[in-house]
């Protein structure tokens, strides 16, 4: 790994590649995973690289539909391995969600070593090994267990692929996903669209669970239907237009006009 000075302005999303080429190195995460960290990068620093409110909330909403879910499925790709395997474990514990590995550049080796990972870092069972092409997609990502994705009533995507997003709400599920770009077509069909670094919303979800688990599912479920998705969107989107609005302004030297 290359030794990165702590006090460097870049510090955590320099730490956040390095996690990556070590994912690539493991074997674990594709060469295209590292492109989607690049494309990630570029939005979060967009947002501010920060937790925004509105997706603390979708987080907190995530966290409720996972609580109620009859099945609920984490499924886990290359990159979320190599960024948060621990904390991917800690919430499938904390909820009672299975975990599969379920990678769009598809090979039985990097399977393997996602499963290996994430039962060093505590799993029990990892599903993704016996998958049967189960989806109408024309790619790998096609190939999902039938006691794990297939049937499963909400699916948390870290980093989800558009096109598997939209045919897991066609089937019915609700899917959330958590992807820094609001513009995507995963964001846009996501039924829960978390606005984040899965480095910073995964912490953060983990925090709220026991607040959440003393609450009765009539409360959970109250705070599910009061979501709006399109609210949180649209504030994600603002806030980055906001952010360049600001950062146009101190190009030019105006003063923010706080009356
Ligand atoms: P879509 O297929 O949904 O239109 P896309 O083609 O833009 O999306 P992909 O390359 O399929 O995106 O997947 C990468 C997505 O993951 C990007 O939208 C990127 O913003 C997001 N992403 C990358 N790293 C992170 C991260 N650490 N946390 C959250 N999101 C991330
Ligand atoms: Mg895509």
Same mark, same amino acid.
């Given at each position: 790994?290359?030794?990165?000075?702590?006090?460097?302005?870049?510090?955590?999303?320099?730490?956040?590649?390095?996690?990556?080429?070590?994912?690539?190195?493991?074997?674990?995460?594709?060469?295209?995973?590292?492109?989607?960290?690049?494309?990630?990068?570029?939005?979060?620093?967009?947002?501010?690289?920060?937790?925004?409110?509105?997706?603390?909330?979708?987080?907190?909403?995530?966290?409720?539909?996972?609580?109620?879910?009859?099945? !609920?499925?984490?499924?886990?790709?290359?990159?979320?391995?190599?960024?948060? !395997?621990?904390?991917?474990?800690?919430?499938?514990?904390?909820?009672?969600?299975?975990?599969?590995?379920?990678?769009?550049?598809?090979?039985?080796?990097?399977?393997?070593?996602?499963?290996?990972?994430?039962?060093?870092?505590?799993? /029990?069972?990892? @599903?993704?090994?016996?998958?049967?092409?189960?989806?109408?997609?024309?790619?790998?990502?096609?190939?999902?267990?039938?006691?794990?994705?297939?049937?499963?009533?909400?699916?948390?995507?870290? @980093?989800?692929?558009?096109?598997?997003?939209?045919?897991?709400?066609?089937?019915?599920?609700?899917?959330?996903?958590?992807?820094?770009?609001? @513009?995507?077509?995963?964001?846009?069909?996501?039924?829960?669209?978390?606005? /984040?670094?899965?480095?910073?919303?995964?912490?953060?979800?983990?925090?709220?669970?026991?607040?959440?688990?003393?609450?009765?599912?009539?409360?959970?479920?109250?705070?599910?239907?009061?979501?709006?998705?399109?609210?949180?969107?649209?504030?994600?989107?603002?806030?980055?237009?906001?952010?360049?609005?600001?950062?146009?302004?101190?190009?030019?030297?105006?003063?923010? /006009?706080?009356?």
């Amino acid at each position: 790994m290359t030794e990165i000075p702590k006090n460097h302005p870049r510090y955590e999303s320099l730490m956040t590649r390095e996690q990556i080429n070590a994912g690539v190195d493991k074997g674990m995460t594709s060469r295209q995973g590292l492109l989607a960290q690049g494309r990630g990068e570029a939005f979060d620093y967009l947002i501010g690289e920060q937790t925004i409110e509105s997706a603390n909330y979708a987080e907190a909403v995530a966290v409720c539909l996972l609580l109620l879910a009859e099945n !609920p499925v984490i499924s886990v790709n290359g990159n979320a391995a190599a960024l948060a !395997p621990a904390e991917l474990v800690t919430l499938s514990q904390l909820t009672g969600a299975k975990l599969e590995v379920n990678l769009f550049h598809r090979t039985e080796e990097r399977i393997q070593k996602i499963i290996a990972e994430l039962k060093e870092n505590g799993a /029990d069972v990892v @599903l993704g090994e016996n998958a049967e092409p189960l989806l109408p997609l024309e790619h790998e990502r096609a190939k999902v267990e039938r006691e794990g994705i297939y049937d499963a009533d909400v699916i948390f995507v870290p @980093l989800e692929d558009g096109d598997r997003c939209q045919v897991l709400g066609d089937m019915k599920k609700l899917v959330i996903a958590v992807d820094l770009n609001p @513009l995507s077509r995963t964001a846009q069909s996501a039924h829960v669209s978390i606005v /984040d670094n899965l480095k910073r919303a995964l912490p953060n979800m983990i925090d709220m669970i026991p607040e959440f688990k003393n609450m009765n599912e009539a409360d959970l479920w109250e705070i599910v239907e009061a979501y709006d998705n399109k609210v949180v969107l649209v504030d994600a989107i603002e806030t980055i237009k906001e952010n360049l609005t600001a950062k146009q302004n101190e190009v030019l030297g105006i003063e923010k /006009d706080d009356s």
